[in-house]
């Protein structure tokens, strides 16, 4: 059987990722990222995936490990979240006092915090929220979470969809130890790769220029510090296009010319929502 790890417990939205992409998988919660990163390069039969990105609140905080563990990127997932206020069964809006929820979820429902004078709790994440609402069993608490942590922990959802805009999505990405990736067909194709500058100046502009004459669209460029300094960075990149393109590879030959580190994360179909 499929071993797929996630951060968080069940119940997360990463669980919830996690089941639409590999059903009959057997899924597996880690306590941090680190764990999910360590557990995947040791097990190369295993996959996992983690959140990247959210549309609204940004970056999730999981570069530098992308950078220090290089782990293959297969696919993206775009995850629709639905915050919904979860509760003891039974409860009225009416009767709570106290909220709690990861930090970011917290923020994306906070109108309605605000309209219900609700005092705000950061925990580590959404479903352990949910998890020590139902172990508390106390009417006058509830947690913000996914329709699958009100399943996995019995508890009432209150109010569906509370978050500020609607629309909101976390990109998730599975990755894994072994190398594999699609033929070059007539797909939308996503290149993923790092890369660390030398020290020159103007070395960015002069890295990109391959890009823009061979009409290859970036769609991601991001800078990041090194570990434990402020004066070397790299960056991250996502492009439109298989790395087998002509194009392409013309474009990331000129790059490797600036280069002090460059390396190629994956090379995975676009996610058909990319199309929307």
């Known amino acids: 059987m499929k071993k797929i790890y996630f951060q968080g417990t069940f119940g997360a939205y990463s669980h919830l990722a996690a089941l639409s992409i590999e059903p009959k998988a057997k899924i ?21 995936i983690i959140p990247e990105s959210n549309r609204i609140t940004g970056n999730i905080g999981i570069e530098y490990l992308i950078f220090e563990y290089r782990l293959n990127i297969y696919s993206e997932y775009f995850q629709k979240i639905e915050h919904n206020l979860l509760g003891i069964p039974g409860t009225d ?23 219900h004078n609700l005092i705000e709790h950061v ?27 009100a399943k996995t922990y019995g508890l009432e959802i209150l109010k569906k969809n509370i978050e500020n805009e609607k629309g909101n999505l976390t990109r998730f990405l599975v990755m ?9 067909g007539k797909k939308n194709y996503i290149t993923s790769f790092l890369f660390k500058l030398k020290s020159k100046p103007a070395a960015l502009y002069q890295s990109l220029g391959g890009f823009a004459i061979n009409g ?25 296009g298989h ?10 030959e000129e790059l490797g010319l600036h280069c002090q580190d460059f390396h190629v994360l994956g090379v995975f179909e676009a996610d058909k929502i990319r199309e929307k």
């Open 28 to 48: 597996i919660p880690c306590k941090t990222f680190d764990e999910c990163f360590l557990k995947a390069t040791k097990d190369p039969s295993s996959k996992m």
């Open 93 to 115: 809006i009416s009767e709570i006092k106290d909220v709690y929820s990861h930090g970011q979820a917290l923020s994306q429902c906070s109108k309605f915090i605000k309209s």
């Open 123 to 149: 925990r580590a994440d959404t479903a352990g929220s949910a998890e020590m609402i139902s172990k508390n069993n106390d009417k006058q608490k509830a947690a913000i979470a996914s329709s699958l942590s």
């Open 176 to 184: 894994g130890k072994n190398i594999s990736q699609p033929d070059f």
């Open 216 to 240: 290859v669209n970036l769609t991601k460029l991001q800078s990041y510090p090194e570990k434990n300094t402020f004066d070397s960075y790299f960056f991250l990149c996502d492009l439109d």
């Open 243 to 252: 790395i087998e393109d002509t194009r392409v590879q013309k474009s990331l």
